[in-house]
């Protein structure tokens, strides 16, 4: 049974940083896209960043470019997502999420591609 455990979410003032981190079990994470999306009140879950099964190919949110950065640690099947100079609109449910094959440099955006999500960790931005 494949699950999804993220952490490291919280409280920081606009400007900090955070990095929320994602263990995978019952599959190996080196062969796998993964991807991060989130969720605030009343709004669609959208994607924030991802990484292709080949590890070589990152894909960011426009939101997202130049602040956060993806990774992916086949050894530790974790995928950690760093996000520096947070602002308030980054407040949201950070979910992971496991897509199964596919295209080996392609990177998945649609929550449609992903087979397997974590249960999310609350970050909250204050201004």
């Known amino acids: 049974q494949v699950q999804l455990v993220e952490s490291g979410g919280g409280l920081v003032q606009a400007g900090g940083s955070l990095r929320v981190s994602c263990v995978v079990s019952?599959?190996?994470?080196?062969?796998?896209?993964m991807g991060w999306f989130r969720q605030a009140p009343g709004k669609e879950r959208e994607v924030v960043a991802g990484?292709?099964?080949?590890?070589?190919?990152?894909a960011y949110a426009g939101a997202a470019k130049g602040r956060f950065t993806i990774s992916r640690d086949g050894a530790k099947n974790t995928a950690s997502l760093q996000m520096n100079n947070l602002k308030p609109e980054d407040t949201a449910v950070y979910y992971c999420?496991?897509?199964?094959?596919?295209?080996?440099?392609?990177?998945?955006?649609?929550?449609?591609?992903?087979?397997?999500w974590g249960q999310g960790t609350q970050v909250t931005v204050s201004s």
């Open positions: 999420a496991l897509k199964y094959g596919g295209s080996w440099d392609n990177v998945p955006e649609s929550t449609r591609e992903y087979a397997y």
């Open positions: 019952g599959r190996s994470l080196r062969s796998d896209a």
């Open positions: 990484i292709s099964r080949s590890g070589s190919t990152m």
